[in-house]
């Protein structure tokens, strides 16, 4: 069965770095997502991109954030110059269709600490 | 605001007996709805998803959930619990205008043998 897969798995970076997380979505879906989950807290939307565009992002997702869909099959995202509050596990899902009635499958996660 | 709540941090249950995770929803527009499982050290995984019609949903691993719109509830239930159903489960809902997911805090379950 297909899956959503993302690397690496956990990323120690210290403050005021920038980190790069990536994500493989299913193939045949067009619509990508990023979520994350700071330990003991609620999931909590970031993005959504479609066509090579943001076709949705929360106030989460300000300066500091970018995604990008380099090539075919990645989709990633950047966080410029990392916080310790950015620390979290975040998440990449994907659906095949936009709109609510779809389901959005998600990978793994990736676990990343900010010293 | 669009929010979700799950009223239970934990829920214990015994193998073989009968196991209900709660979830209510407050949302402008209609309401999709979804339960997710995260296993440890795991992702999100796709349980089952309310979008219309039948009011009981029948999702994977023998769990179902009933759309309840007076009460706007969305429970989960399994009428007989695995030791392997333990695991943190997450209610989220959509509307029709918005693609992303809005989640509850989630729900530790735990099945003892």
């Known amino acids: 069965e297909p899956e959503v897969t993302q690397t690496p798995s956990h990323q120690v970076t210290q403050m005021g770095q920038e980190v790069i997380l990536r994500c493989v979505p299913i193939?045949?879906?067009?619509?990508f997502y990023w979520y994350r989950q700071i330990l003991g807290q609620k999931v909590e939307f970031l993005v959504s991109?479609?066509?090579?565009?943001?076709?949705?992002k929360s106030e989460i997702f300000d300066d500091q954030f970018s995604v990008e869909r380099p090539d075919g099959s990645n989709f990633t995202l950047k966080i410029r110059s990392t916080k310790l509050e950015d620390s979290a596990m975040y998440f990449c899902?994907?659906?095949?269709?936009?709109?609510?009635?779809?389901?959005?499958?998600f990978g793994p996660g990736t676990r990343l600490t900010v010293l | 605001a669009q929010s979700v709540a799950q009223p239970e941090d934990q829920v214990n249950v015994a193998e073989g007996n009968p196991l209900t995770v709660k979830c209510t929803y407050s949302?402008?527009?209609?309401?999709?709805l979804f339960w997710y499982v995260q296993y440890p050290n795991r992702g999100l995984q796709f349980l089952l998803k309310?979008?219309?019609?039948d009011n009981l949903v029948k999702g994977s691993y023998g769990f179902e959930a009933e759309f309840n719109k007076s009460q706007t509830s969305f429970h989960l239930k399994k009428p007989s619990a695995l030791v392997s159903d333990s695991a943190l489960y997450f209610c989220?809902?959509?509307?029709?205008?918005?693609?992303?997911?809005?989640w509850g805090a989630g729900t530790k379950l735990i099945i003892k043998p």
């Open positions: 899902a994907s659906s095949v269709v936009p709109g609510a009635v779809d389901t959005q499958y």
């Open positions: 193939s045949n879906h067009l619509y």
């Open positions: 991109f479609y066509n090579n565009e943001i076709s949705e």
């Open positions: 949302v402008s527009g209609n309401p999709y």
């Open positions: 309310y979008i219309t019609g």
């Open positions: 989220a809902v959509r509307v029709d205008s918005n693609y992303q997911l809005i």
